[in-house]
């Protein structure tokens, strides 16, 4: 074991009130000047433009603050975060948090970028539209497959629009009432099940056997002539590969279905697996995991869906054409599915992937996957062998495992009353954010799933498992240190971490108002 340097880590901690309480009235940021006489004439009433229902009867209940009160208040909350670029977020896995390079931010903050706009015309958008097109030909080589969009929004939007295509395709011919199931396994991303059902099928969730993925006797059990297609996530989350996928695939297909194959945890596959040799008729990557452009509060997600020639007509519009001479976007269609998500999808999410994979080419692909499949493998290396109370999940049927692995504390738990949510607090005290547990169900008890890039040097995946180490450590000898964490962060241990009666819960200010008598 190397010895643990422990930083000097505390997080800033502000006594800061949120914005609406900060509110003065009659504070302003920016005055915004009135319409010019001049102007005026030109446009008339510009308010009598808008329809009556689209009127507000009042003002927007809206804190009213100067520019520097609300500069001073975001930048204190900012130093009460950690992320990325402040700490080594081995943790989150299954999310593939890696480095994303700072010239492809200079990229997307261009203000050839930035100032475009969605409706101007493909003349004055060649640039950008050539971008797109350029990018479907790299990720139709990723994949193996004929077509892609960028539209959807993430890896959720992505499998609903794997699952809309299939609706769809069977609606063509005439089977829609007939292929009414879509089967999937247990640790595939839930997504892979809300998403079908959302389209309004019946999913048939499979159980993993003791080699920790489900058998061939299990699917064959549940396909039918009712099934539609099967939803399958290829490493699961537990980081296990399915060898016989391809069996899977074959099983489905010759019972009428389609495979639609989620790739959102490709960062140990590149250049070595594509979705076209799994037999994948649909697939989804999320550029922002393993293509590199970052995560960010549910706004710059964006899932490349990639689909087989027969499928492409289903896909979501507009999309981009060449025509030999210039790039123009066509908005027919008239089997698309229809939009998913505004214009052509998050763009800064393809410029940054884009640049990513040309800065690296198709052999550096290759040497991300192997990296990572490395540093993987070295820490769970000393994982097993140095962190008290950690066990692997399927550690003897299935011992290899891709770019991740899922652990459990449930020895620790057993023999010190310390649980994973325990682990997982204490951490910050050592400078690093929560990991990720799992997704649920809780199959694996006690679990924790971290993902060491190709991002992570050796020196910081050693900080990270040394930090486990001396926190699993007292656990054995002074647990109460461990319950009581954490310490150097902005606020101590919460009563209820996980907020379980929603009558509590105020996501809005309207809320807490109405909740509080406020209103």
């Keep these: 074991m190397s010895e643990l340097k422990k930083r000097n880590f505390h997080e800033a901690q502000w006594d800061e009130s949120i914005i609406y309480e900060q509110s003065v009235p009659g504070s302003r940021g920016v005055l915004v000047p009135d319409v010019s006489e001049e102007a005026s004439k030109v446009t008339g009433d510009v308010s009598a433009l808008m329809p009556a229902s689209l009127k507000r009867k009042q ?120 292929r009414t199931q879509i089967i999937t396994t247990i640790l595939s991303h839930p997504i892979d099940s809300a998403a079908p059902a959302t389209k309004g099928f019946e999913v048939i969730s499979l159980y993993p056997e003791a080699n920790g993925y489900p058998s061939i ?33 074959d099983i489905v297909h010759e019972a009428g279905g389609l495979c639609v194959c989620d790739m959102a945890d490709y960062n140990g596959l590149f250049g070595i697996v594509r979705a076209k040799e799994l037999g994948a008729d649909l697939c989804h990557f999320n550029l922002h995991k393993a293509f590199s452009s970052p995560h960010g509060c549910m706004g710059p997600g964006c899932a490349a869906q990639c689909v087989s020639a027969e499928l492409e007509k289903y896909l979501p519009r507009p999309r981009v054409r060449f025509d030999g001479k210039k790039y123009y976007t066509d908005y027919g269609g008239e089997y698309s599915i229809g939009k998913v998500r505004q214009f052509h999808g998050s763009l800064a999410a393809v410029l940054r992937a884009y640049a990513w994979i040309m800065s690296l080419g198709k052999d550096g692909l290759k040497t991300v996957a192997e990296t990572a499949i490395l ?54 005290d050592f400078g690093f954010q929560r990991f990720f547990a799992s997704h649920h169900p809780l199959i694996v008890p006690e679990p924790f799933t971290p993902e060491p890039t190709e991002s992570y040097s050796k020196a910081d995946i050693d900080e990270y498992v040394d930090a486990l180490v001396q926190i699993s450590n007292e656990a054995y000898t002074t647990p109460e240190v461990v319950l009581n964490a954490p310490y150097a962060g902005p606020i101590s241990k919460l009563e ?19 909740q509080n008598g406020l209103a």
Excluded at 84 to 91: A, P
Excluded at 145 to 166: C, E, H, R, T
């Design 496 to 514: 209820n971490d996980h907020i379980k009666d929603w009558r509590e819960l105020c996501v809005t200010w309207r809320a807490y108002k109405k």
């Design 59 to 178: 003002k927007p209940d809206l804190p009213e603050l100067a520019q520097p009160q609300v500069l001073r208040h975001f930048l204190r909350l900012s130093q009460e975060t950690i992320g990325q670029d402040l700490n080594v977020d081995i943790g989150l896995g299954t999310c593939t948090m890696k480095y994303s390079p700072k010239i492809n931010e200079q990229f997307v903050r261009s203000h050839k970028f930035t100032e475009m706009h969605p409706y101007q015309d493909d003349e004055t958008s060649q640039g950008v539209l050539k971008l797109i097109y350029d990018f479907e030909q790299i990720m139709k080589e990723i994949s193996g497959l004929d077509a892609v969009s960028f539209q959807p929004g993430g890896g959720g939007q992505g499998i609903y629009a794997n699952a809309a295509v299939l609706k769809q395709y069977f609606r063509d011919r005439g089977e829609e009432n007939q």
């Design 217 to 249: 006797e299990a699917l064959k059990a549940a396909v039918s002539e009712k099934t539609a297609g099967i939803f399958i996530t290829n490493p699961e989350d537990t980081g296990v590969f399915n060898p016989i996928i391809r069996e899977f695939v």
């Design 375 to 428: 540093n993987n493998n070295y820490m769970m290396k000393r994982m097993l062998t140095e962190v008290k109370g950690v066990s692997m999940s399927w550690a003897e049927e299935a011992p290899n495992r891709l770019e991740q692995v899922r652990y459990s504390f449930e020895k620790l738990y057993k023999d010190t009353g310390v649980s994973a949510e325990d682990v997982n607090r204490h951490l910050l």
